[in-house]
């Protein structure tokens, strides 16, 4: 597989990404099975085998479960650590947290939280650092010089070689930028084909009635910056994987699904793979996130490493999913 670098990192990392969030099986307490053990190992082997080296995680996921299936499979497997990158993030508390005493959910950015959450991350994962660490969701009681912190005292412990964000805009970075030491190397956004804001907010954003008032510029930002785009959701929750097969069935992105398939069916490939050709076509270099359970999917998901979308094929496909002309 092809790879990218990440600016202000001696990172090599694949053009795909897996993402770990559903591999811990179900959102409770419970302790996970043998049977999601032995899937989360197979689909894991299936990233490995098609040249994925990237594995995002975050400390909520499946209620850490996420985390800890995979430090089992980092356990079992001598020598996988050195041969792969490992993200994490933080910032998301549930109400069911141990330590919170019946207080509701919430973001939480204080050094103590960011702290404490990055070593129950490396205790699960069963690792001694972590490449990357990314804060979760914006806090808006956030205190730039606490995150500056946690990240110091990360760092310097040799707990994490670098970090980022995600789902944050141009502003909140600047924010986080004047307190801290270490540059963000990443920013994780929501981006599909099926959610185009990151490309469609440019083009839109003189468009009377079109809510250009919304625009916040983050790709291009993070272009302008050298922040790695990494995209989340990059296949759209599957709504574009197929079209409608009846008059009855409701599917607002029926045209984009159909003229995925078919442009799957000419380049003899998957619709994953058109899907996330879309996105890697973007000149920023973005990562999609790929976060299936199943291998066959995995393997469908990477031949979009192979596909090269022409200009007039991208633009088709924007014009398709959002039901309009591109202006």
């Given at each position: 597989m092809k790879t990218y670098r990440i600016p202000h990192t001696d990172l090599t990392v694949s053009r795909l990404a897996y993402g770990c969030m559903k591999i811990g099986g179900s959102w409770n307490h419970s302790t996970a099975t043998a049977d999601t053990q032995s899937r989360a190992q197979?689909?894991?082997?299936?990233?490995l085998e098609s040249g994925i080296n990237f594995f995002d995680h975050a400390d909520i996921?499946?209620?850490g479960k996420s985390e800890t299936v995979f430090g089992h499979i980092l356990k079992a497997t001598p020598g996988l650590r050195d041969r792969i990158v490992l993200q994490?993030?933080?910032g998301i508390r549930f109400a069911s947290d141990a330590y919170l005493s019946g207080?509701?959910?919430?973001?939480?950015?204080?050094?103590?939280?960011?702290?404490?959450?990055?070593?129950?991350?490396?205790?699960?994962?069963?690792?001694?650092h972590l490449d990357l660490l990314l804060l979760h969701r914006p806090d808006p009681l956030v205190e730039p010089a606490e995150v500056a912190q946690a990240f110091d005292e990360l760092q310097s412990s040799g707990k994490v070689r670098h970090f980022g964000v995600s789902n944050h805009t141009p502003a909140q970075i600047e924010l986080l930028r004047q307190h801290l030491r270490q540059?963000?190397?990443?920013?994780?956004l929501e981006f599909s084909l099926a959610q185009p804001a990151l490309v469609s907010e440019g083009i839109h954003a003189n468009q009377t009635g079109a809510g250009n008032a919304l625009a916040t510029g983050i790709l291009d930002y993070c272009r302008l910056n050298k922040i790695f785009v990494q995209a989340w959701s990059p296949i759209g929750g599957g709504k574009l994987l197929r079209p409608a097969t009846d008059a009855t069935e409701t599917n607002p992105l029926h045209p984009a699904a159909a003229l995925v398939a078919s442009l799957a069916a000419a380049k003899n490939t998957t619709p994953e793979a058109i899907l996330l050709a879309w996105?890697?076509?973007?000149?920023?270099?973005?990562?999609?996130?790929i976060g299936?359970?199943?291998?066959?999917?995995?393997?469908?998901?990477?031949?979009?490493?192979?596909?090269?979308?022409t200009r007039e094929e991208w633009y088709a496909l924007l014009a398709a999913a959002s039901g309009k002309k591109v202006p």
């Open positions: 197979a689909v894991v082997e299936a990233a996921y499946t209620c994490s993030k933080v207080e509701p959910s919430r973001y939480d950015f204080s050094a103590a939280h960011i702290i404490r959450s990055t070593e129950a991350i490396l205790r699960r994962l069963q690792t001694s540059p963000i190397v990443i920013n994780q996105i890697l076509r973007h000149p920023a270099g973005i990562q999609p996130i299936t359970t199943q291998a066959d999917r995995v393997r469908a998901s990477v031949q979009a490493d192979d596909v090269t979308l």
